[in-house]
């Protein structure tokens, strides 16, 4: 699977973070993206969703504070993540919506928010 996300990093509570999935085109044209995340010991949990059209669903803990955003021309889905805190501490990753135990994954980036 072609899924490669970036961006992530070490950054104090209240910062803000900018992420980024390069996706093939096979996997992005015509799919509603996820980002999702992976904290340690932790199952990994569905974080915003973004359909074709633009429209948005985030899960309660970060309505407010992140956003997601796709750019259709260039294969690629975005998160800014505003207000961090430190249990946002995780390894992000991209992929289409659906159930994370059957999708086939990509390369995460690790977040990790300090008090």
């Known amino acids: 699977v072609q899924l490669q996300a970036s961006g992530g990093g070490l950054v104090q509570a209240g910062g803000s973070l900018r992420l980024s999935c390069a996706a093939s085109?096979?996997?992005?044209?015509?799919?509603?993206m996820s980002w999702y995340r992976q904290a340690p010991g932790k199952q990994r949990e569905l974080v915003a969703t973004?359909?074709?059209?633009?429209?948005?669903f985030y899960a309660d803990s970060v309505k407010g504070r992140f956003t997601i955003s796709r750019d259709n021309r260039n294969n690629t889905v975005n998160l800014q993540m505003n207000s961090l805190r430190p249990e946002d501490t995780a390894a992000y990753y991209c992929?289409?919506?659906?159930?994370?135990?059957?999708?086939?994954w990509g390369q995460g980036t690790e977040v990790t928010v300090s008090s």
């Open positions: 085109a096979t996997l992005f044209d015509n799919a509603v």
């Open positions: 973004i359909t074709i059209s633009g429209r948005t």
């Open positions: 992929n289409k919506y659906g159930d994370v135990l059957a999708l086939d």
